[in-house]
Structure formats: C-alpha cells, structure tokens
C-alpha cells in the first residue's frame, strides 16, 4: 500500500499562484494530479512519468506545471495564472508498473489505483 497525503491547497484571486504538493509514503513510478469540483466528475490535470514526461490537458497547458522529487517521494504541481475556472478538490493519484518496466505510459488516461484525500483550491475573482 502507498499513502498520499496532499498540501498546499487554498484561496487565491484570479491570476495568482499556488504551488500543490504530494509526499507519497514510499517511491511510486506513476503520478499525476485530478481534480474534482462540486457536482462534478473527477478529472485528469496532469501526469509525470518515471523519466520526468508530463502531459497536461489542454485547460492547464502554458499554466501549470508537474514535477516530482523522487528523493523525495513528492509530487508537485505548480499552478501559475489561476482563473476561477480551476476551483476544485486537487487530489494526487499514483500507481505502480510491473517489474522491468520502465515507463508508465498512457499520461493521464492511465489507470491509478491510490489516491490522498485531495487539497481544495478557491480561485476568486
């Protein structure tokens, strides 16, 4: 089992920063961000694989930016440009790949099967 715990979530005006962290209990190969408005589904941001690709869909691109520290074991996201738009739960989603393996592959339409307790990110405008 891999524990996820996310931070640095909170309450912005349009057009600032927020920098979202998740420290995983022990290194896990696949990780990417989701989130989750009111009434809504949870969604793909962005996702990181084990060389450092990301891939971003296309409401984030230009503003958001995933990374990791595999020393570690944390995820980030920094989120530039904030529009109100982007108010939601954030939560971190993980998952492993079998032995010899080298990638994850499949950027955020891959399955994750751990997942935190998610961050909340108001944007106001």
């Known amino acids: 089992q891999v524990r996820l715990m996310e931070s640095g979530g909170g309450s912005v005006q349009a057009g600032g920063s927020l920098r979202l962290s998740c420290e995983a209990s022990?290194?896990?190969?696949?990780m990417a961000w989701f989130r989750q408005a009111p009434g809504q589904q949870r969604v793909p941001v962005a996702s990181?694989?084990?060389?450092?690709?990301?891939a971003y869909v296309d409401p984030v691109k230009g503003r958001f930016t995933i990374s990791r520290d595999d020393a570690k074991n944390t995820l980030y996201l920094q989120m530039d440009s904030l529009q109100v738009e982007d108010s939601a739960m954030y939560f971190c989603?993980?998952?492993?790949?079998?032995?010899?393996?080298?990638?994850?592959?499949?950027?955020?339409?891959?399955?994750?099967?751990?997942w935190g307790q998610g961050t909340q990110v108001t944007v106001s405008s």
């Open positions: 989603g993980a998952d492993m790949i079998p032995p010899g393996v080298r990638f994850c592959g499949g950027g955020t339409s891959r399955p994750f099967n751990f």
């Open positions: 990181i694989d084990t060389d450092g690709a990301a």
């Open positions: 022990r290194y896990i190969p696949c």
